[in-house]
T-cell receptor
C-alpha cells in the first residue's frame, strides 16, 4: 500500500513564502504530483516531479527527493487567491498500470 | 475552451435507488479517471480507462459500482443500489499525455464533480 502525509492546515501572510511538505512511502514510485483545490471546486494540476530536484513554474516550485520519500511545494509572493487545499499525489506502478494516490491535502489560509 | 463536463452537478436520492453519473472527457484525451472525494477519505481513485478499456478498477466496490465507456465521448459511473455511505463528490478527469525528462505522465483535467447525497 501507500502512505502519504502532509500537514492538515497552514496559515501564511500575503506576500510571504510558504512551504508545504509531503512525505510518502510506496513501492513502485513513478512520479509525484501537486494539485490545487479551491473550496467547492475541482482539483487543478500544479506540478509534476519524477527526478530529484526542483521544478519551477512561476510563483510555484516543487521539489522531490526520491531517496527520502519527500517533496515540498513552495509558494512565493502569496496572494489571497492562493487560499486553497494543496494535494500531494504519488504515482506508483502496480505491475499492470500506474496508479495515482492522493494525500488528504493541506488547507492553506492566506491572511492580510 | 476545452473542459471536462459532468452531469448531473447535484443528485439527491434515496437509499436503494440507482444513480448514474456521466462524464464527457476533453476531446482527444484517451485516458479517463473516476474519483470520489469525502472529508474523511480525501480523493480516492475508483477506476480509470485508457482508450476506453478499463485499466484499473481496484478502488471500486464491485458489488454495487460499475464504470463504462460506451464511446470515446462518454464515461459513466453507476451505483446500484445506492447507500448513504456513497454520499460524496464524484469527479471525472481526463488525461493528456505530457513528457518531462523523458518520462510520460498524464496531466489530469478534472470536471466540476457530481455532489451525490444518498438519504
Amino acid at each position: 500500500g501507500q502512505n502519504i502525509d502532509q500537514p492538515t492546515e497552514m496559515t501564511a501572510t500575503e506576500g510571504a513564502i510558504v512551504q508545504i511538505n509531503c512525505t510518502y512511502q510506496t513501492s513502485g514510485f513513478n512520479g509525484l504530483f501537486w494539485y490545487q483545490q479551491h473550496a467547492g471546486e475541482a482539483p487543478t494540476f500544479l506540478s509534476y516531479n519524477v527526478l530529484d530536484g526542483l521544478e519551477e513554474k512561476g510563483r510555484f516550485s516543487s521539489f522531490l527527493s526520491r531517496s527520502k520519500g519527500y517533496s515540498y511545494l513552495l509558494l512565493k509572493e502569496l496572494q489571497m487567491k492562493d487560499s486553497a487545499s494543496y494535494l500531494c499525489a504519488v504515482r506508483a506502478y502496480t505491475g499492470t498500470a500506474s496508479k495515482l494516490t492522493f494525500g488528504t491535502g493541506t488547507r492553506l489560509q492566506v491572511t492580510l | 475552451d476545452a473542459r471536462v463536463t459532468q452531469t448531473p452537478r447535484d443528485k439527491v436520492t434515496e437509499m436503494g435507488q440507482e444513480v448514474t453519473m456521466r462524464c464527457q472527457p476533453i476531446l482527444g484525451h484517451n485516458t479517463v479517471f473516476w474519483y470520489r472525494q469525502t472529508m474523511m477519505q480525501g480523493l480516492e481513485l475508483l477506476a480509470y480507462f485508457r482508450n476506453r478499456a478499463p485499466l484499473d478498477d481496484s478502488g471500486m466496490p464491485k458489488d454495487r459500482f460499475s464504470a463504462e465507456m460506451p464511446d470515446a465521448t462518454l464515461a459513466t459511473l453507476k451505483i446500484q443500489p445506492s447507500e448513504p455511505r456513497d454520499s460524496a463528490v464524484y469527479f471525472c478527469a481526463s488525461g493528456s499525455r505530457q513528457s518531462l525528462a523523458g518520462d510520460l505522465y498524464n496531466e489530469q483535467f478534472f470536471g466540476p464533480g457530481t455532489r451525490l447525497t444518498v438519504l
